[in-house]
T-cell receptor, first 113, second 112 residues
């Protein structure tokens, strides 16, 4: 079974803090993704990576950065957390094939106070 | 602008009462349709992928179908354990190879 593991299920941070969300996959997938999910807005893509050290902006990259130093690990960084970044964050991974499927982690619910 | 619309937003069924969820899109080219199930507080779980108009796939009480402009998720004789949010996503042609565009989901509640 594909396993995508997010390091924290719940996080509470203060405004202005630097926040790291970690994601690890064990299926040797080339592609990894970070989404945020908010009520009424669905899943929105923040960043994705198709190879080590490669990254591309998604639809809402402002206020976020990412790091992919190893194939299995993709980190989402909030340089200076703000209250409007309170959300559910979901990591996903997939193979780089035409009929690929994205597999998701359990999510990290982040609250910024 | 590429857009995915799911309807209804919420659906309440009695156990055994069959129904369908709709997913329509306005996307510049289609390269796949995906259905996911999401339980509260968890990540989406993959159900089906469809690529061609007329294609159908089944899994237990769920059946997904695809036309040129929309997809349906048919639920036959649902049980309370089918209660979840069902998400659809389209992969569009061009741009990032693996980018999915998600709808906002249908929240399904099946009462015993």
């Amino acid at each position: 079974d594909v396993k995508v593991t997010q390091s924290s299920r719940y996080l509470v941070k203060r405004t202005g803090e630097k926040v790291f969300l970690e994601c690890v996959q064990d299926m040797d997938h080339e592609n990894m993704f970070w989404y945020r999910q908010d009520p009424g807005l669905g899943l929105r893509l923040i960043y994705f990576s198709y190879d080590v050290k490669m990254k591309e902006k998604g639809d809402i990259p402002e206020g976020y950065s990412v790091s992919r130093e190893k194939k299995e690990r993709f980190s989402l960084i909030l340089e200076s957390a703000s209250t409007n970044q309170t959300s559910m964050y979901l990591c996903a991974s997939s193979l780089n094939q035409p009929k690929n499927i994205q597999y998701f982690g359990a999510g990290t619910r982040l609250s910024v106070l | 602008e590429d857009q995915v619309t799911q309807s209804p937003e919420a659906l309440r069924l009695q156990e055994g009462e069959s129904s369908s969820l709709n997913c329509s899109y306005t996307v510049s080219g289609l390269r796949g349709l995906f259905w996911y199930r999401q339980d509260p507080g968890k990540g989406p779980e993959f159900l089906f992928t469809l690529y061609s108009a007329g294609e159908e796939k089944e899994k237990e009480r769920l059946k997904a179908t695809l036309t040129k402009k929309e997809s349906f998720l048919h639920i036959t004789a649902p049980k309370p354990e089918d209660s979840a949010t069902y998400l659809c996503a389209w992969r569009s042609y061009g741009g990032a190879t693996n980018k999915l565009i998600f709808g906002t989901g249908t929240l399904l509640a099946v009462q015993p």
